[in-house]
């Protein structure tokens, strides 16, 4: 997967991760399948849970002031596989017609809202244009991620040829929702140092976690428990839309947790983990036993190992006030990124306006050559270049210098000296398992946790997911695998890289799409300004074909594909 640059210019890099259904249904548990028992043991005793179905009421709006019924447009006027965003007067929606039958759903993606009449309509689903995710036309449900929220639906009427749709203002104004969950039957029967599912990490996996327990009706104790100071947060826009507050960049409200009782711990770091006594001990010395653990902890950045590190004004951004220091010390001074990384190179892209001048040091010679190769990297440099982005390629940091105890220059290996008011670092990071080295859960020689197909590791009642964790894919013979990326923590994806490129389109135009291919198979793409491309490309992956190499001209003008065979995907490991 790539990365979304908000500036210098309204493009998008992205790679589409896939798994086949066939596949992902063997290995995964859907997000929003019907509810099934749950079994958990609670002091020695077995419980089952179930969640209470509710089937949708013929009226199911309680205030009739909320609701607007509109006329939209004729029978004929839309054709089968056809979509149409389509106004109410205090909203839109998204009008299809699949199969002879008309369905209205919410027209924006509730992950970061794309409009979804640009998305591809398939198989009873649409998938959005920007990241992937997909969503059931019927229901609304999200059955893709990345995102946690599902689409709202709306009925539909025909009534003399014409198509009348029936919606909730709130429902057309938020365009987005949460599915039933469970609640917990009593918090205060439970002892405060003792919880049923402990998670440590409180980013996408962990709050995924939480979330889809409440959904499947599991109604015992869930405590998140996070070294951050703010409830779970989407930590990828803080390079994105650097002067965000905690709060606009939240993944929930704190109602959220509050009504679905998933209590939350803010500025607690655990420590250690005695898996013997099922007891995590916090830094501060606190102790909680649980009975199942979920360790989804994430990276730590890494830093620099030059002198001057760890002086005043250079960052590494980890958290909302890291970023918002950033942006406000970097306003009209001279900024120097270390790392082409994604991280680094949309911190440039945001800055590029705001700053003086904009540096970046990079050790390779093109930025994203690995993930996207030479020719994507060259032409997303020269846009940068364009936007007073100053690149300083093949080259470290080998001194940080001060002046009044604040960084003044950065000094290159290659001899050159930057001026420099701020220093960002984003030059990789390490999986955060540092404190399980005495726990007896297998990590890797890299610090990554080792787990089986349904992400358990060596340990009974210990389980791990997201970016600190390999896992065996099927698809490449059950081999260890790790893919840092935000979607993977919501669903777990990878391939072996690529051996050639396939352009479409104009690479100095910044509209293109390419293809990446190995053996002649295509096992992953990436586009700017050629939307819905790769979200075509994701329904042809996902419904178990392949495209090869010889057809890929063929699929770009008429987007259609005939043979079948096995999908891989892109490895994007840092």
């Known amino acids: 997967m790539g990365g979304c640059f908000s500036k210098p210019k309204p493009v998008e890099v992205k790679i589409e991760v896939v798994i086949p259904e066939k596949e992902r249904s063997k290995e995964e548990m859907s997000p929003n399948g019907k509810a099934s028992p749950l079994i958990y043991k609670v002091n020695g005793t077995a419980r089952h849970y179930h969640l209470e179905e509710h089937p949708i009421a013929s009226n199911p709006y309680h205030n009739p002031k909320d609701v607007v019924e509109a006329s939209v447009c004729h029978v004929k006027d839309l054709e089968n596989g056809q979509m149409r965003e389509v106004d109410l007067g205090c909203g839109k929606a998204l009008l299809i017609k699949e199969s002879g039958e008309f369905h209205a759903v919410g027209h924006k993606c509730p992950h970061y809202g794309a409009p979804l009449v640009k998305g591809v309509l398939s198989r009873g689903r649409v998938r959005c244009p920007w990241h992937g995710a997909c969503f059931s036309i019927s229901t609304g449900d999200i059955e893709d991620f990345p995102g946690l929220d599902s689409l709202p639906r709306f009925q539909v009427k025909i009534e003399k040829e014409k198509v009348y749709i029936r919606a909730s203002k709130q429902a057309l104004q938020t365009q987005r929702r949460t599915k039933m969950m ?37 109604s015992d104790r869930i405590v998140m428990c996070t070294m951050d100071r703010h409830l779970p947060y989407d930590r990828p826009k803080l390079s994105k839309s650097m002067d965000s507050h905690p709060e606009q960049i939240a993944l929930r409200p704190k109602e959220f947790f509050c009504t679905y009782d998933i209590e939350v711990l803010t500025e607690m770091q655990v420590a250690a983990v005695d898996v013997k006594s099922k007891i995590a001990v916090f830094k501060d010395g606190f102790k909680m036993e649980y009975n199942k653990l979920l360790i989804a902890t994430g990276n730590t950045p890494k830093t620099l190992s030059c002198k001057g590190k760890e002086m005043e004004n250079v960052f590494n951004i980890r958290t909302p006030e890291d970023a918002n220091r950033v942006v406000k010390l970097a306003t009209s001074k001279n900024v120097v990124i270390v790392g082409a990384s994604f991280l680094g190179m949309e911190v440039a892209a945001y800055l590029a306006e705001r700053a003086h001048s904009v540096s970046l ?119 260890k695998v790790n893919v840092p990326h935000w979607q993977m923590a919501h669903m777990h994806g990878h391939g072996e890289g690529f051996d050639d490129v396939v352009i479409q389109g104009d690479l100095d135009e910044l509209k293109f799409v390419a293809f990446y291919t190995k053996s002649d198979e295509v096992v992953a793409v990436a586009s700017m300004n050629y939307d819905p491309i790769v979200s075509k490309v994701a329904e042809v992956l996902a419904a178990g074909r392949t495209i090869r190499k010889r057809d890929v001209e063929l699929f770009v003008r008429h987007g259609k594909y005939v043979r079948f065979g096995v999908l891989s995907v892109l490895d994007v490991r840092g």
């Open 361 to 479: 040091v990079e050790l390779e010679h093109v930025p994203f050559k690995k993930f996207f190769g030479e020719r994507v990297g060259r032409a997303v440099m020269k846009m940068f270049e364009n936007n007073r982005v100053k690149f300083y390629m093949q080259t470290e940091v080998s001194e940080l210098r001060e002046q009044e105890g604040k960084l003044k220059e950065v000094v290159l290996k290659s001899g050159k000296v930057l001026r420099a008011d701020v220093c960002v670092v984003g030059v990789g990071a390490v999986p955060a398992t540092g404190f399980l080295k005495q726990s007896g859960i297998n990590i890797d020689s890299k610090g990554f946790i080792v787990v089986n197909k349904m992400m358990q590791t060596n340990i009974p009642g210990v389980f791990a997911a997201g970016d600190a964790v390999t896992f065996p894919l099927a698809l490449r013979n059950n081999k």
């Open 182 to 218: 469970a609640k917990c039957i009593s918090l205060s029967n439970y002892n405060l140092s003792s919880t049923n599912v402990l998670i440590i990490g409180a980013g996408a996996a962990g709050l995924v976690c939480a979330e889809t327990l409440r959904q499947e009706g599991f």
